[in-house]
């Protein structure tokens, strides 16, 4: 079991990254959250199996069609038994 904080930099905003995300994880079976930061950054928290955790922070780097990330900042956390995945 994984959980990672990851704050992603670049054009991240307005490009449905949430939406994206929250798809992604579902796909993956990664629970957590997602939400726009005040400063234009997205902010996720993943928790799941280290695979899948892993292949998430590799979308993230990329995020949907219409995103231009320029860098991830991730931090291992404590895990907090998150269920499912939503936008905040």
């Known amino acids: 079991m994984s959980a990672r904080h990851a704050v992603v930099h670049g054009r991240v905003q307005g490009v449905f990254y949430r939406a994206s995300a929250e798809q992604e994880a579902a796909r993956l079976g990664v629970?957590?959250?997602?939400r726009n930061l005040p400063d234009g950054t997205v902010e996720l928290v993943l928790e799941g199996d280290d695979g899948a955790v892993d292949r998430m922070l590799e979308w993230a780097g990329r995020g949907p069609s219409r995103a231009e990330?320029?860098?991830?900042d991730v931090q291992e956390r404590p895990a907090e038994g998150h269920t499912g995945f939503d936008q905040r």
């Open 69 to 72: 990330v320029t860098h991830v």
């Open 31 to 34: 629970a957590g959250w997602v």
